[in-house]
């Protein structure tokens, strides 16, 4: 199975940019769309930002839009999330994950996840 490796967290003030990058290890697989979601301490993990494979076409949760941009290489078979202007409430274990069959911004249509990556931004 792919395994996906996120990596670029850490703790910023708020204000401050930081750059998450997911690199799939592994097989090539299909996928329809590649997300970024995140998960607070006994809170409900929450869809952040999503891109579809094919066309490169985006659409993010408003908590984060203009703010946070998704992208992806299709070259390296990565996907990136750019975090400007981040806020105390943007802290949370940040997860990459693919879905083989729709776009989606529920979890449950994700198949393949990572570890995740955790993002604490201080006030």
């Known amino acids: 199975q792919v395994q996906l490796v996120e990596s670029g967290g850490g703790l910023v003030q708020a204000g401050d940019s930081l750059r998450l990058t997911c690199a799939p290890s592994?097989?090539?697989?299909?996928?329809?769309?590649m997300a970024w979601f995140r998960q607070a301490p006994g809170k409900e993990r929450d869809f952040v930002a999503r891109i579809s494979w094919n066309t490169g076409s985006t659409y993010y949760a408003d908590s984060v839009t203009g703010r946070f941009t998704i992208s992806r290489d299709i070259t390296e078979n990565r996907v990136y999330l750019q975090m400007n202007s981040l806020k105390p409430e943007d802290t949370g274990l940040y997860y990459c994950?693919?879905?083989?069959?729709?776009?989606?911004?529920?979890?449950?249509?994700?198949?393949?996840w990572g570890q995740g990556t955790q993002v604490t931004v201080s006030s």
């Open positions: 592994g097989r090539t697989f299909s996928r329809v769309a």
């Open positions: 994950a693919a879905a083989p069959r729709v776009l989606s911004t529920r979890a449950r249509d994700y198949d393949n």
